[in-house]
């Protein structure tokens, strides 16, 4: 019989809580808009992208109405179409592959490392092979920064170097995470990034932004996401997107960019503390040497057929959970048609299977953490 009381259920990702750090912060920086009234593309869009460039060091911020439209924007800038091939992992968010076939052309699915969960090196030229073999020109890869770590950026400059592919960093989840001494944002020849609310760093609706040194790459992201113009917005000289940050996300964003850098670190301390009470009894995390990783969430691995049992529980002890991802893209009924690289993707699939995350957030208090230990604790033992 259950003797524990029945507490509350607790939140996956505590949105309010940070609401309530920020307090009259962010309404006074969204008062200032609203009384200036330039609600697109005004001051505060300038200002944020100069502090987001900053933070993370690239030379260009360029900011646009969500992370999907971020790497719209970033292949549609080198012309990649119909006939030409962009390696990506099969275990990550659709919009990873959802892009490339909105620009034309085709999604080769790499299979992803057992232990990060990123885009595994040894499969991108079984992929490159792969895209040539159907006919296609490999011309970019999209590495992931999955769950808020980085993946392995140097492994993936080298693969891509032999077939100059171009890299577009998704740092959707894992923008503010480090590697090897600098921050996303200055990986590949560009990055984009989310700021989805449930992001590390996220907005009050949709957002995103590219990061990029090349000044030609961020005159012509401030073109394409302003339907293409030229000299000034009635001199139209390529097709573009309508896809601006709100000048009030903006706002939002610049006071929520403030106290990241403590987010972080709080975030660093609950995922060391869950790894010291869960890496007994569970797959946790594994973060390598010289990465910092932004916890965009906190994902274990269990043993394949448990999960249900698993969700079930801690669900009756008020602990919620989600499963990313559930089913890899090249299961997708919509992705299913694109090649999978040579080599395959068994890692992708066994994921898919085990992963489940647990809650994560930069306000999730020690007493609630003990909770979600405890669940899980019980759990596994009574499975
Ligand atoms: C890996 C990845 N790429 C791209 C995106 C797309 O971002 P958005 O939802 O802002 O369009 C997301 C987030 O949802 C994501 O997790």
Same mark, same amino acid.
Do not use: W, Y
């Given at each position: 019989m259950n003797l524990r009381p029945h507490l509350p259920t607790i939140p996956f990702i505590d949105v309010a809580a940070q609401r309530r750090r920020l307090g009259p912060s962010i309404d006074a920086a969204m008062a200032r808009v609203l009384n200036h009234c330039q609600f697109i593309l005004g001051p505060e869009?300038?200002?944020?992208?100069?502090?987001?460039?900053?933070?993370?060091?690239?030379?260009?911020?360029?900011?646009?109405?969500?992370?999907?439209?971020?790497?719209?924007?970033?292949?549609?800038? %080198?012309?990649?179409g119909p006939g030409d091939a962009v390696i990506c992992p099969s275990f990550t968010f659709c919009a990873t592959a959802e892009v490339v076939a909105l620009v034309g052309a085709t999604p080769v699915f790499v299979d992803v490392d057992a232990a990060t969960?990123?885009?595994?090196?040894?499969?991108?030229?079984?992929? %490159?092979?792969?895209? #040539?073999?159907?006919g296609?020109?490999?011309?970019?890869?999209?590495?992931?920064?999955?769950?808020?770590?980085?993946?392995?950026?140097?492994?993936?400059?080298?693969?891509? #170097?032999?077939?100059?592919?171009?890299?577009l960093d998704d740092a959707a989840q894992g923008f503010g995470a480090a590697y090897k001494g600098r921050k996303l944002g200055t990986y590949g020849q560009a990055t984009a990034t989310s700021f989805f609310p449930a992001k590390p760093l996220g907005c009050f609706g949709d957002g995103g932004a590219v990061l990029t040194d090349d000044p030609a790459m961020a005159d012509m992201l401030r073109s394409l996401r302003m339907h293409g113009h030229g000299a000034d917005k009635y001199d139209n000289i390529r097709i573009g997107l309508a896809s601006?940050?709100?000048?009030?996300?903006a706002a939002i964003l610049s006071e929520k960019l403030k106290i990241f850098p403590d987010e972080i670190e709080a975030r660093n301390r609950i995922a060391r503390r869950y790894a010291e009470s869960l890496g007994d009894v569970v797959t946790v995390p594994t973060v390598p040497a010289g990465s910092i990783s932004v916890w965009a969430q906190y994902t274990i691995r269990l043993p394949a057929g448990h999960r249900e049992a698993f969700v079930a529980a801690l669900k009756a002890d008020g602990i919620p959970t989600a499963v990313y991802y559930p089913i890899p893209l090249h299961r997708q009924q919509a992705y299913r048609h694109y090649p999978v690289g040579q080599g395959g993707v068994a890692v992708s699939e066994q994921l898919a299977a085990e992963v489940i995350s647990l809650p994560m957030h930069a306000y999730l208090d020690e007493g609630t953490q003990d909770r979600v230990v405890g669940a899980v604790r019980r759990a596994l033992k009574d499975a």
């Open positions: 869009v300038r200002t944020f992208e100069a502090e987001l460039a900053a933070f993370c060091g690239a030379r260009h911020a360029v900011t646009c109405a969500s992370g999907t439209d971020a790497l719209v924007l970033v292949l549609r800038a %080198i012309g990649i969960f990123n885009i595994d090196v040894k499969g991108i030229s079984g992929a %490159i092979a792969t895209a #040539k073999g159907l296609l020109t490999p011309k970019a890869i999209i590495p992931v920064d999955l769950f808020g770590l980085a993946a392995d950026h140097d492994g993936v400059a080298a693969a891509a #170097k032999a077939e100059n592919l171009f890299i601006r940050l709100d000048t009030m996300q």
